[in-house]
């Protein structure tokens, strides 16, 4: 006599969990502490090369000239070109060096670790944060010397010397994480891996058929 054959018996092995997908124990990426370990790693070095980028700052902002006269006996220091725009274009090659530093970050990152992850997102914006921390107190260290009246002290009166590099739009440091979230969540989006669809025809067995028994009436 034919033994009745239940939803149990379908697609699983003897003593295990009935699974119609197929998909049991697969691994849907690394583990939490592997993705933790990638964030620290990807955010530590997207920092360091801001010591690229303050290099950079100093070498291509343009100079603000400053000349130092001596008025009632003290020194006093003032803008050469008082209508010059040498000094937004410092904030503006910092910026620009840090939006071209962001987006390549971004594309760096996504061909690194395609399946992304809250938490390498937030180390790529935290990363770009503490890069531009690090270039803009790096640049200024290696620009001219921040005290001016001993500067123009030490160059004469009259005698034109360049100010110090300054950083006076400070939203300039968000620029580099900024262009470094929207590069990558932009590349996420477009290029990134799917979840695969589930298929329409299923393979014969995968569904379970219901129980039948003595078909007499």
Same mark, same amino acid.
């Given at each position: 006599?034919?033994?009745?054959?239940?939803?149990?018996?379908?697609?699983a092995? #003897?003593?295990?969990s009935?699974?119609?997908?197929? &998909?049991?124990?697969?691994q849907?990426? /690394?583990?939490?502490?592997?993705?933790?370990?990638?964030?620290?790693l +990807?955010?530590?070095?997207v920092?360091?090369?801001?010591? $690229?980028?303050?290099?950079?700052?100093?070498?291509?902002?343009?100079?603000v000239?400053?000349?130092?006269?001596?008025?009632?006996d003290?020194w006093?220091?003032?803008?050469?070109?008082?209508? %010059?725009e040498?000094?937004? %274009?410092?904030d503006? &090659?910092? +910026?620009?060096?840090?939006?071209?530093?962001?987006?390549?970050?971004?594309?760096?990152?996504?061909l690194?670790?395609?399946?992304?992850?809250?938490p390498?997102?937030?180390?790529?914006?935290?990363?770009?944060?503490?890069?531009?921390? $690090?270039?803009?107190?790096?640049?200024?260290?290696?620009?001219?010397?921040?005290?001016?009246?001993?500067?123009? !002290?030490?160059?004469? !009166?009259?005698?034109t010397?360049?100010? /110090?590099? !300054? $950083?006076?739009? !400070?939203?300039?440091l $968000?620029?580099?994480?900024?262009?470094?979230?929207?590069?990558?969540?932009?590349? &996420?989006?477009?290029?990134?891996?799917? *979840?695969?669809?589930p *298929?329409?025809? #299923?393979?014969p067995?995968?569904?379970?058929?219901?129980?039948?028994?003595?078909k007499s009436?």
């Amino acid at each position: 006599m034919p033994q009745p054959v239940g939803a149990h018996a379908v697609g699983a092995a #003897p003593g295990g969990s009935h699974d119609p997908y197929g &998909t049991h124990g697969e691994q849907d990426g /690394p583990g939490m502490l592997t993705e933790l370990r990638q964030a620290a790693l +990807t955010a530590v070095a997207v920092a360091l090369s801001g010591a $690229l980028l303050g290099v950079l700052w100093w070498k291509l902002a343009p100079s603000v000239p400053l000349v130092g006269e001596v008025v009632n006996d003290s020194w006093v220091v003032y803008l050469k070109d008082s209508e %010059g725009e040498q000094a937004i %274009g410092v904030d503006g &090659t910092f +910026t620009l060096l840090a939006l071209a530093f962001g987006a390549l970050s971004g594309v760096v990152v996504f061909l690194l670790r395609r399946r992304g992850g809250v938490p390498l997102v937030v180390a790529l914006g935290v990363g770009g944060l503490l890069g531009s921390l $690090l270039a803009w107190r790096l640049g200024v260290w290696l620009g001219p010397a921040q005290d001016v009246i001993a500067h123009a !002290k030490d160059v004469g !009166k009259g005698v034109t010397f360049p100010a /110090p590099l !300054k $950083l006076g739009a !400070k939203g300039a440091l $968000l620029a580099w994480s900024l262009a470094a979230l929207v590069v990558h969540l932009g590349l &996420t989006g477009l290029f990134g891996p799917r *979840d695969p669809e589930p *298929d329409p025809w #299923p393979a014969p067995g995968q569904y379970p058929s219901a129980p039948y028994g003595d078909k007499s009436a």
